[in-house]
């Protein structure tokens, strides 16, 4: 039986084709990250050396790139993460809620990527944080984070907001709690929603920071741009609200999932062939059953670099009580009001670290599966065959 795929393996495999990587015309963002993605936990990147005292065997655990769009990085850096914002959690319920941009709109934010997506932080968070102030006269916690993908690898570009069950109140003299069910009405949402989005394009056409290249250098001139926003306008944007979680618990368990997701996860990869790829999927459009779609390599890769984000682009961003200044005093305030104990500490998440362990984490012997590793110090980078690892 052959070894099931790995996304690694597969682009150390097309990465040794210069002809088919030329033919992508990959930016120098979307080659380093492939490039870091090809060598982790190969040796390219070194290792380190373990010996144990039970079985006296010695074995070497690679380094992996930490390169936050590698799926096989992602787990132990999640819960790092979540670790860390446990601190922030409130005893609250917390809403979800998701903006999406429309299909219409996807060739402009493909060519203005940083200022596109950051806009839809802007356009979600505002709207949501002006519902709160008017309709509750509170201030309300929002974590958001960006996704930019489909099932099927294509353009989806969407915000999951995860929103407190109420605020701190504007005068900061209680909290102000929302029906456990229920948090804003999604039509008056989707539609401020729409209309900053769609003002802060026309912000950013009439100051002159949007790119237009190749088949969207029509699009630049003030009529045809006005059309565009006119045509989005006259569409209903999507604005989803999922069933709200009971606790913080729930939300720890949410983002365990989604903050540090990619855009393929490798339990989706079913084959790779020598000209192809063929990983499963959800049909949302037929009751999400799931599927499987073969693409030729080269696509299959040119779909993945679509989702590598801008350097130094932050994809999960906090705002109002959770906003990172004065984050402290304002959560404090918050407990204060809800009589809950203050959490000076990360919360450890052991199921969590048990769950994602793999043979990157050196706590375990791989051959008497016993604890207690010495280690020997750090192995030199290795060459990969079939891959230049310099």
Known sequence: ??????????????????????????????????????????????????????????????????NRHCPQCQGALAVEWLEKQSQALLPVPYFHLVFTLPHGLNGLIRQNRAALFKLLFDAATQ?????????????????????????????????????????VANDQSRWVATSPRYLFPVRALSRRFRGKYLAGLGSLHATGKLEFHGQLQGLAGPEPF???????????????????????????????????????????????????????????????????????????????????????????????????????????RARALLGAAVVSEPKPLPKLRSSLRSESTPGICPFCQRAGLLRLGRVKPLPVAGFDSS
């Open 226 to 332: 006005a059309a565009l926003r006119r045509s989005a306008a006259q569409r209903e944007w999507v604005v989803y609200a999922k069933r709200p979680f009971a606790g913080p618990e729930q939300v720890l368990a949410y983002l365990s999932r989604y903050t540090h997701r990619v855009a393929i996860s490798p339990r989706r990869l079913l084959a790779a062939e020598a000209t192809t790829v063929t990983f499963a999927y959800r049909d949302y459009a037929d009751g999400s059953r799931q599927k499987t779609m073969t693409l030729a390599t080269a696509e299959f890769v040119r779909r993945f670099c679509l989702h590598v984000l801008p350097q130094g682009f932050v994809k999960t961003r906090h705002y109002g009580l959770l906003s990172n200044r004065n984050r402290e005093q304002r959560l404090a």
């Open 127 to 167: 709207t949501l944080l002006e519902f709160g102030a008017e309709r509750l006269e509170a201030q309300l916690g929002i974590t958001a984070v960006l996704h930019t993908w489909s099932q099927t690898l294509g353009d989806h570009y969407h915000l999951h907001c995860i929103v407190t069950g109420g605020g």
């Open 1 to 66: 039986m052959s070894p099931r795929p790995t996304l690694g393996r597969l682009l150390r495999c097309f990465l040794a084709d210069p002809v088919a990587v030329a033919g992508l015309r990959l930016s120098p963002q979307q080659g380093k990250t492939l490039r870091a993605l090809a060598r982790c936990r190969t040796g390219a990147l070194g290792g380190q050396a373990y010996f144990c005292p039970h079985c006296r065997q010695e074995h070497v655990v690679a380094h992996s790139c930490r």
